[in-house]
């Protein structure tokens, strides 16, 4: 069946459908991941978008219910050079569960092309289309889609109401994690730790977290842009200085703002599981997974900051293009990394970054004895 897929700057692409039959409009990005498709296509971040894989061949070892990091699919469609229908040791091929959910794809385009464009030109908005609507309706959609910059979607994408989780070895501490969108093997890992975790919705107030009396709080990932959420920076702001806090990509970009700081979009993300970072304080280069096109935004030379809440330093800098990926204040409990050091499905350089969290809650909770 042919399927198209459309630019707003109306080039059309032909190919072939993949997955489900229908029309979806979004954001169009890309992913250099060469494994956990699975993983990307259901990580809430990617809500609003439509993913181009730039592996060329896509769906070889199947889908696992395990390895899910959401209880769906949250890209709007899938884009892929070679897309594959493999199903070994009992799996559900990555195509028909594509189609279950209702997730539109395509396949057969020359994605090394189109990579290319949206790096050198930026990300643009996008239909993919397999029912036979009309180029004109579809460029039509497309400019009736909102630009990511300005979008608040952490709601679409939140738990609704709280959730309790025991930990999963010897109870250690007590995690908040505040849902803007988090990864379910950041939670896995948290819990893995020792522990107990918390999970309240995106737009719950500083009240209602230190009510809980967490030991400490984490700022989930998510879609969107965090400029879109000044409700939820006001109440990051009421706990800085009250409770521990560690904020993870857009939980990075929000602390950010918390402490004055500002955010912009990038030109076209970055997304994938092969950005080297390097840790300031080692000079170690870390290689991490990302998927984010918003960034944090610090004066020209970076180093030592002044912020609403007193001296902060960069701890991390992407050395691709430089921009921010980590943040610390220096004389209150309160870091963040841009990058995902779950790194669900790998690599695992940063892994240690969740497990250092929980060991200072503990060590800071023997202290207080």
Known sequence: MTALLVLEDG??????????????????????????????????????????????????????????????????????????????AGRVGFSDWLAGHGVIGIQGLDTRMLTRRLRDGGTVRAAVCSDGTPVPQLLALIGGEPEMAGQALAGEVSCLRAEQLPALAPERAHVLVL?????????????????????????????????????????????????ALPGCVSEVRELVGQVPVFGICLGHQLLGRALGLETFKLRFGHRGANHPVLDVDTGRVLVTAQNHGFAVRVPDGGGDLETDFG?????????????????????????????????????HDAREALERFVGTLTEATVAQA
Do not use: C
């Open 311 to 347: 001296p902060a330093r960069v701890t991390h800098v992407s050395l691709y293009d430089g921009t921010v990926e980590g943040l610390a204040l220096r004389e209150l409990p309160a870091w963040s990394m841009q990058f995902h050091p779950e790194a669900s499905p790998g690599p």
């Open 11 to 88: 080039t059309v692409l032909e190919g072939e459908a993949y997955g489900a039959t229908g029309t979806a409009v979004g954001e169009l990005v890309f992913i250099t991941s060469m494994t956990g498709y699975q993983e990307i296509v259901t990580d809430p971040s990617f809500a609003g978008q439509m993913i181009t894989f730039t592996q060329p061949m896509i769906g070889n070892y199947g889908v696992e219910v395990d390895a899910s990091e959401s209880d769906r699919p949250q890209a709007r469609a899938v884009i892929v050079r070679e897309g594959r229908n493999a199903a070994p």
């Open 179 to 227: 849902d803007y969108g988090v990864k379910g093997s950041i939670v896995r890992i948290l819990r893995e730790q020792g522990a107990r975790v918390t999970l309240l919705p995106w737009d719950a107030t500083a009240e209602q977290v230190l009510e809980l009396r967490p030991d400490g709080v984490l700022l989930g990932n998510g879609p969107g842009d965090p400029a």
